[in-house]
């Protein structure tokens, strides 16, 4: 893909989805009694399995406050449970129990994305993957520089 108009469309497509997403993510937790930030943790124990207190505070880049917080209410309410570590009888990991109640709600828009992609060959829904995971890292990686001390024009 060349020239500018192309990025244009690029850029504003990513901005749309992004913002789509946004949306159905609020939707999702006012359908389930959840806000955004509960449903940032419910994501990363879904796709990434038990985490750290810690560990979710830094992915998510919310404070250790608001992180307690957060875990409170998902345990209160039957979304996460804390186990001890097996490695640090100190600690614990947060495991995901209700994953089953969210991809529910998400499996009608789920089943609608791999529809778009159903008849394409494997190698274009290889690049799309790989598009779509580099975006992520170039997407992580700015919010990082974003919320670092030195980060400000970088």
Known sequence: MSGGIHNQRLIRALRAMNSELAASNRAVAARTGLNDSDLAVLDILYRDGPQTPTALARRTRMGTTTMTSVLRRLVRDGWVERRPSETDLRSFTIHATSADRLAEIFLPANRKLTALVEHWP?????????????????????ADRLSSAGGRNS
């Open 122 to 142: 494997d190698s274009q829904v290889d690049q799309l993957i790989e598009f779509l995971e580099g975006a992520t890292t170039v997407i992580h990686e700015s």
